[in-house]
């Protein structure tokens, strides 16, 4: 499924950025609304998907949150 393939490589993208090694989390939520009404478009010929994520990623000495919002098709 291409979609996980896609929020497991932003995770990944977001442990690196803080210096985390995504290994030894000791817990980590990833939450992600997915809308397909925000953009109008023709469903018959294209469907725009809007995402949003959140993830809350936690070492034994911090936590770290993120966001992003995109809209692929």
Do not use: H
Request: hydrophobic share 35%.
């Amino acid at each position: 499924m291409q979609i996980a393939k896609e929020i497991q490589a932003w995770l990944e993208q977001q442990g690196k950025k803080e210096g985390v090694d995504i290994s030894r989390l000791e817990s980590a939520t990833l939450e992600v609304d997915v809308d397909t009404g925000k953009v109008a478009t023709s469903r018959k010929k294209i469907v725009l998907f809007n995402f949003e994520c959140r993830s809350n990623i936690k070492t034994n000495s911090s936590t770290y949150k993120a966001n992003v919002k995109d809209i692929q098709q």
